[in-house]
């Protein structure tokens, strides 16, 4: 089984301020890490992904996520934050369960960017 | 190229009707994933198809909520004798087969249940 935790329902920021969106997980094994983001009325889209390597992982629109495996965190991070990234982030995790591939998602995080 | 494509965009209905709710994936992505998203809430899985194999319906809510997939392709989410607590915004999406893939959605049907 796994599970995602978003620790911050809603996070609100001034414009050109850094930001970081918590995520934590747990799962039994190995597990590839996403972070969406979903604008108003709007599907999600994919920001930025961890699959192996580099631990540090850098997305769209300058936001980038660190996994840190010993405190299963993917934290996800931007120096400096605009209006227009006023939205919902979703965390999400993925790791073969029973013969298929069904991603969970954490509840998301609501950034509130203010001029 | 095109992305996911959800119809209808909206939909209100009454207490008690049916509603079939559409989902064209993207070309070529063997894996299709239906969603249910309530207001201000993260989002809850129905179901998924991957090829031929028999459907992933263990997030489905009850015996009201059924869904196809035609020749491996267009899907289909039906409601059966609605309620309001049905409303929401279904999402789909679809994606490549493997778990590092990542998911491609469209941008939802709302559905409204007076």
């Known amino acids: 089984a796994q599970s995602v935790t978003q620790l911050d329902s809603q996070v609100p920021v001034f414009e050109e301020a850094p930001v970081e969106l918590r995520c934590n997980y747990s799962s039994s094994v190995s597990v590839y890490l996403f972070w969406y983001v979903q604008y108003p009325n709007q599907g999600l889209q994919l920001l930025l992904k961890y699959l192996s390597g580099s631990t540090l992982v850098k997305g769209i629109n300058g936001f980038e996520a660190e996994f840190n495996k010993s405190q299963t965190s993917f934290h996800l991070r931007k120096p400096s934050v605009h209006i227009s990234d006023t939205a919902e982030y979703f965390c999400?995790?993925?790791?073969?369960?029973?013969?298929?591939?069904?991603?969970?998602f954490g509840r998301g995080t609501s950034l509130i960017v203010h001029p | 190229g095109a992305g996911v494509s959800q119809s209808p965009s909206n939909k209100v209905t009454e207490k008690g009707k049916d509603v079939e709710l559409r989902c064209d994936p993207i070309s070529g992505h063997t894996a299709l994933y239906w969603y249910r998203q309530r207001l201000g809430q993260g989002l809850e899985f129905l179901i998924y198809?991957?090829?031929?194999?028999?459907?992933?319906k263990s997030g489905l809510p009850s015996d009201r909520f059924s869904a196809e997939r035609t020749g491996g392709s267009v899907s289909t989410l039906t409601i059966q004798r609605t309620q309001q607590e049905d409303s929401a915004v279904y999402l789909c999406a679809s994606s490549l087969i493997s778990n590092h893939q990542p998911q491609h959605f469209g941008d939802g049907t709302r559905l409204s249940i007076l």
């Open positions: 198809f991957q090829g031929n194999s028999a459907p992933d």
């Open positions: 999400a995790v993925s790791g073969k369960s029973g013969g298929s591939y069904i991603p969970t």
